[in-house]
């Protein structure tokens, strides 16, 4: 029996500190509903964990992304129909003006509502904005340029190849008033004719002249717009430079280049073909009617865009929320702890805790018993 060495209170004493801390370690799990709290408690698990974390809370963030710019679309397409009802207007009047029962005071008034339609055009689409950027104006179309004077890339679908060697010859001709006709184009891509047309109507490929602009439509409806004004030279040849820069860059992902590019080409008189009309004569009127024709169709082909756009992003979102549940439920597997299955391990230590203290009390007694052979 020794004194100075209680080897029987130093096991208990052990165990029982052991099992305090892991006690105490079982407390903080069910306290904080985590079965990892600190590195030391999984160092791989905490490791996987924080980055999921993160990963999650980016997939959040894209999700808001995503939203917004279904927001940004729904703008533009509501400003959008706008335009194209008062498309329709001009329409209406235009061939109401075409009628040969009209007086030149009726073509006059006719002309008047028709000028505040077209004014009322050029001002939706200046002000139509989402978060201060302008949606109409330009500011989101697709970036192109030709290199000769003159002639200039209006719009292009983002479907349109790029990286292509295009080169465009254009014939024109100027009435009185300088309006511009184009009478002849040939499109050559990396040096093979693709689109052509002449003036006595021959043509290859789908191509479209609506006097002073052509446009060019691949086989997937993707389409490449042209315009030639007055300074531009009467027969020249061009190189094209259709590099898809522009647009509005929407990140939809948690990672780098997981984004959407939304493109809005711009909305205005000129693009729609809409600028000079006067219907106070028949022929006028004829010429308008041709002209709003070609708007409606700009028109409709942007809001189909539109709608692509937004059926395109709310998928986003969907795919988003399935990523982030199946990824949080991954997250929890290794970071969550299991309630049940702690209250057990606590009880347990709880009656391994009270039984050690029991027996280093009892332990801490025999060194007493030395003192009995003493007496």
Avoid: C, H
Avoid at 126 to 142: P, R
Avoid at 158 to 187: C, H, M, Q, R
Avoid at 213 to 239: I, N
């Amino acid at each position: 029996m020794k004194i100075n060495s209680n080897i029987q209170a130093m096991i208990a004493g052990n165990v029982l500190r052991s099992n305090e801390s892991r006690q105490s370690a079982s407390t903080e799990r069910m306290s904080s509903g985590y079965k990892i709290n600190n590195a030391k408690d999984n160092p791989a698990g905490m490791a996987i964990s924080n980055k999921m974390r993160a990963q999650i809370a980016n997939l959040n963030k894209a999700n808001q992304n995503a939203s917004n710019a279904v927001n940004v679309v729904e703008t533009a397409d509501g400003a959008m129909g706008e335009i194209q009802d008062i498309i329709q207007r001009i329409s209406e009047l235009s061939i109401k003006a075409a009628n040969g029962v009209n007086t030149t005071e009726d073509r006059e008034a006719i002309q008047k509502e028709i000028e505040q339609l077209t004014t009322e055009i050029s001002r939706i689409a200046k002000d139509t904005e989402y978060n201060s950027q302008n949606l109409l104006g330009g500011e989101q179309q697709l970036k192109g340029y030709a290199d000769t004077l003159g002639l200039e890339v209006i719009n292009y679908d983002p479907g349109f190849p790029l990286g292509k060697d295009y080169e465009v010859s254009i014939t024109k001709s100027n009435d009185a008033e300088g309006n511009v006709t184009i009478t002849n184009v040939n499109f050559k891509v990396d040096g093979e004719t693709k689109y052509s047309y002449d003036a006595g109507g021959v043509s290859v490929g789908d191509i479209f002249v609506m006097d002073d602009r052509v446009t060019f439509t691949q086989a997937d409806g993707s389409t490449l717009t042209l315009k030639a004004d007055s300074t531009m030279a009467d027969s020249v040849t061009s190189k094209l430079d259709i590099n898809g820069v522009g647009g509005m860059k929407i990140q939809v992902g948690a990672a780098e280049g997981q984004e959407i590019q939304l493109v809005i080409p711009k909305v205005s008189l000129d693009n729609l073909s809409l600028t000079g009309i006067d219907v106070r004569t028949e022929e006028g009127a004829k010429k308008a009617i041709d002209q709003t024709k070609y708007a409606l169709s700009f028109t409709s082909a942007l809001r189909a865009r539109l709608g692509a756009y937004e059926n395109r992003f709310e998928k986003a979102i969907t795919n988003l929320d399935v990523t982030t549940e199946n990824l949080t439920q991954a997250y929890s597997t290794i970071k969550d702890v299991d309630m049940a299955d702690e209250m057990v391990e606590y009880t347990t230590l709880q009656v391994l805790v009270q039984a050690g203290t029991s027996m280093l009390s009892q332990a801490n007694e025999q060194p007493q018993q030395a003192l009995q052979l003493l007496q």
